[in-house]
C-alpha cells in the first residue's frame, strides 16, 4: 500500500474519532440545574420496599427546550397524601401497586437480575437487585393525567381483592372512577376501568390520557439506544427512540427540541415502552385515540459516570376523547398490561390469544424480521435440544449457514477467478472499441457470455447472505436469552468482551470511558484480523482500479472500529463466518481452475492514426 493510501486512510480514522469531541466543543450540551433531594423507593429481590436518599426532582424532569420541568409537565401531580402500597408476588413477578394515581407502580422480575456478573461462567447478579420495570417511573401506569378534572387530587383509596387489586376514587363533582387489577400467567395483568356519573346531572369530561409507562435503561452500563417507545396500528408498527426528541440536523448539530410525540387516528392497538430487553404494553380491547410520548431525564445511577449526561426516558400514555355521561351513566374500558421480558416465544403466545401481533416489540418486524425470527428460534432450539450453549449455538448456526450458501459461495468464486484470468482479453477488447463504448459494451458482454462468466457472480453470495446478517443483528440485540450468558471469556454475550481496562486511554471518542480508560474487548479485534486474512485472499473484482483495490482491503478495519463496543454474540458470529469464508477460499484455490469454454486469440492493438 503506497504513502498516499496510508494518509488518506489514518486521515478518515482521525477525523471518525474526533468528530463528536469537535461537536461537542462547538455545541456543548445545556447544563441542567441541580435538584433538591427526596425518598425513592427501591424493590430488592425479596419483594421488600426501603427508602433511599435520592434526587426525584431531577428523576421526574421533562427534558423541554432548556428549561427542565417538573413531573406536572407529563401531567400528573404527585399528592402531598401517604402513599398507601399493596404488593403481590407470583412464582415470576412482584407488583406493587399505588394509591398515588390508582395504578401499577413497579414490576420485579424475580428471574431477571438488574445486572449480570461480568465474570464468565458465573450469570449470578452483580448486586441483590432484581430488574424493575416503570421504575424509576413519575407516573404509574393506568393513572389519568390532564389535571383535576380526572385526577381530583390523586390518591385513590387500595383495595386487596382475590386474585388482584381495586383502586376507587370518587371526585367532588360525582364522577366515580374504578379500576380493578387482576394477575395473570405469562407477565400479563387485566384491567378493567369504570368510569361512572354518581351526580345527578350531564357531566361534559376532557379528553384523557392514560399512562401507559416509562421506558429507561436498567443499570449504568445500558447506553440506552433501545429505550424507546412503540405503537402498532392494525398493520404496521412505529418505534419512537430518544434521538427523535433530540431532533439533532444529520444526528450530530443540536437542533430544536422536540418536546412530545403524538401519533394515531384512533387506531392505537397497543403501545408499548421498552428497552433493550424489557417492555411494558397496554393492550386496550377497543383502539385508543392517540399515542403520545415524553423525554425525561431520569435519576444518575449509583455507578454512573459523573461526566456523562443523565439518562433519558420515555413517558407513554393513550389518549381517549371527551366524553359526556348521563347522570348514573357509565363507561367501561378493558385492557390487558405486559410487563416482563422481551421473550420470544412469550410474546408469539400473547400476540395469537389477542391477535394484536405483539411480539413485534421484540424488533423483528419487516423483511429482516423473518430472519431473526428463524434465527432466534433455532439458537434456543440448540441450546435445548442439544443442550449447547448459547456460544457453541451461535458457532453451529453459523457453520450450518456456510454450509447452505457453500455451493454458491464455491461457484461465486470460481466465477471471479475466470473473471481475473479473463482480465487481459476484456482489456484488450475495451481497449480496441474505447472510441465507442456502446459497442465495447456489447462485445465484452458477448465475451463473457461466451465464456459463461458474470460481473455479478462475485457480488450474488454477498447480497443473499446480507439479510442473514442483518436479521442476525436485530435478533442478538433483543435476545434476552444471551443476557448475561457466558462462553470461554465472554462473559455476557449481550455485551462486548472486555477482558480489562488500558489505563489512561480514557479520552478516546466512541471507546473510551473517562476515569476508567479503554477497554480491551478481543472478539472485535480478532474479527478484524479475520476479515484482513479473508479481504487478502479475495481476488479483486474485475476492472477494479488497482488503488481502489488496495484501499478496498484495508476496509475491514473500518467494521473493526464500528463494531468494537457491540455485543459479543455478533463479533462471535462474524468472526466464526469469516473463518470459515477463509476455509473455503483456500479450498476453492487449491483445485484447477476450468478451462475456458471458449479459446480466446489476443486482440491486437489499433495501430495508431496518422497525423495529417
Known sequence: MDRKSIFILVGCFLLLMLWYPLVNKLYPPRPLPPGATNEVAVIGTNGTITTTTGTPPTSVTTAVGSMPTTAATVGFETPDAPEQLIEITNAYAHYVFTSHGGGLKQVALLEYPETVSNRPGRRKAETNEVAVINNPGPVPVLALLDGPQWQGNGVFELVRTENGVRALKTLTNGLTIEKDFTIGTNYLVNAKIKISNQSGAMLNLPAQEWTVGTASPMNAQDDGMSVGVMWYNGSSEEDILGPWFDNKTLGCFPGTPRSEYRGGQSNVVWVATHNQFFALATMPQTPAQEVVARKINLERFPDGNPNKPLPAGLVAAMVYPAISLAAGESLERELQIFAGPKEYQTLARIAARFHNEIDLV??????????????????????????????????????????????????STRSM???QALQPQMKAIQEKYKEDPAKMNRKVMEFMRENKVSPLGGCLPMLLQMPVFIGFFYMIRSAIELRGASFLWVADLSRPDTLFMIPGLGFIPFFGIPGGGLPFNLLPLLMGVTMLWQARLTPPSPGMDPMQAKMMRYMPLMFMVFLYNFSAGLTLYWTVQNLLTILQTKLTHTKTAPATSTPVRPVAKPAPRKKK
Open 362 to 411: 421484540m424488533g423483528f418486524g419487516g423483511f429482516f424480521g423473518f430472519f431473526s425470527k428463524g434465527l432466534l428460534l433455532s439458537m434456543n432450539w440448540l441450546h435445548s435440544a442439544l443442550h449447547l450453549s448459547y456460544g457453541w449455538a451461535i458457532i453451529a448456526i453459523t457453520i450450518i449457514i456456510k454450509v447452505l450458501f457453500w455451493p454458491l459461495t464455491q461457484a
Open 417 to 419: 477467478k475466470r473473471l
